[in-house]
């Protein structure tokens, strides 16, 4: 009896010496082994990777430039306005319902998620002089304040002056207390390009097709090559809406139809004016513009709109803006209709609204 008694003992003992080297086989080990991340985080664990617990971490980790690209492209729009043709700087009452007006429109496009840019010529020394400082509050408001020059397009203007007539320029309005990083009406025959970085000026808009002046004679499109004034070769410029989508950089008024990395001057390129947009869609040459703004303008402006959705790009900046005069305020009840009818391109996701300085950030974050 007591054999047999050891006998089992003794294979018992075999048995738990067994149980607990197996055991130790399976004890998780430290070094080889790290705590399960969580998913979502980033972090492509061991256990993630084999079991294909998470495979939103454990795609290919993208590049830089890749993090800014989306599957479906979105088309920044925006609205430029330019604060001009009227006596703000020497006439109060002008310069009141000129503000007054700003005011109202501000609201209304508020009222759709929309922005508004406004470029300062007259108003910016009626700020100064009467008070109100209507421009700032736009500012502070979201919409974006930039600039508007009308300097260097005669053809006897004398090139030397630009850059300090830039500057006076950007100083006079940043007394007001606006961040100024932009221009337009600057299309002229000088170095335009060179004269607003040396004023300080980090991106340019509402370009026209005087702007071609510039360049040496021969690269000039032969459409434009003889511009007499601005008022004249008005048309935006490039001409083709797939070169105006996407900002680019320029390295002198020489070459800036050209992209060049080195160039310190971005372009974001205007898609003409709001009011319009029919007779510019009848017009390779800026003729027959009547500047009443009506339903046909609407109309045509959703069919570029469309063009300029079909070829916007996920891997690039895509933009869309249109321009306006405030010498010349428009028909509020149609400014909303064609406010309702951006709503849906919002909702779905293929526009967004955004200010020029909003782009222009947009560019810079793409770039980097």
């Known amino acids: 009896m007591k054999k047999y008694t050891f006998l089992i003992l003794f294979i018992i003992s075999i048995l738990f010496l067994g149980c607990i080297e197996t055991g130790k086989d399976q004890l998780p080990q430290k070094e080889n082994n790290p705590p399960h991340s969580k998913c979502g985080d980033g972090v492509c664990d061991s256990l ?3 079991s294909n617990l998470c495979p939103e971490d454990c795609l290919n980790t993208p590049t830089k430039k890749e993090t800014v690209k989306s599957s479906k492209p979105v088309v920044y729009i925006g609205m430029m306005v330019h604060l001009e043709g009227w006596a703000d700087e020497t006439d109060e009452s002008a310069y009141v319902r000129h503000v007054g007006l700003m005011r109202e429109y501000a609201d209304l496009f508020e009222k759709y ?3 508004l840019t406004w470029e300062s010529k007259e108003l910016t020394k009626g700020s100064l002089r009467w008070g109100d400082n209507v421009l700032l509050e736009m500012q502070e408001r979201g919409h974006g304040v930039g600039v508007h020059a009308d300097v260097g397009g005669s053809r006897n203007y004398v090139c030397k002056n630009f850059t300090s007539d ?5 100083k006079e309005l940043e007394q007001l207390g606006v961040n100024v990083r932009h221009v337009s009406g600057v299309t002229s025959h000088c170095d335009w390009v060179t004269a607003c970085v040396e004023s300080g000026f980090k991106f340019t808009t509402g370009g026209v097709a005087y702007s071609v002046s510039s360049l040496p004679e021969e690269l000039r499109p032969e459409q434009f090559k003889n511009c007499p004034s601005p008022s ?3 048309q935006p410029y490039p001409t083709s809406l797939a070169e105006r989508l996407h900002p680019w950089r320029a390295r002198s008024g020489a070459d800036w139809i050209v992209d060049n ?3 310190k001057l971005v372009i974001l390129a205007e898609s003409g004016l709001l009011v319009a947009k029919y007779e510019e869609s009848l017009s390779s040459d800026g003729s027959n513009i009547s500047g009443e703004f009506t339903r046909e303008d609407i109309d045509t402006y959703f069919l570029e709109l469309e063009q300029a959705i079909a070829l916007s790009d996920p ?3 895509n933009i869309y803006y249109v321009g306006w ?3 010349k305020p428009l028909d509020k009840v149609l ?3 064609w406010l309702k009818r951006i709503q849906p391109y919002v909702e779905n996701g293929s526009v967004r609204w955004a200010t020029l300085p909003e782009m222009y950030d947009a560019y810079i974050r793409w770039e980097n």
């Open 48 to 50: 993630e990777r084999e």
């Open 113 to 115: 998620g929309a922005k």
């Open 166 to 170: 830039l500057t006076t320029k950007k």
């Open 232 to 234: 004249k070769c008005h």
């Open 261 to 263: 990395p080195d160039g």
């Open 315 to 317: 891997d690039k900046v």
């Open 325 to 327: 005069s405030l010498g």
């Open 335 to 337: 400014l909303e209709e």
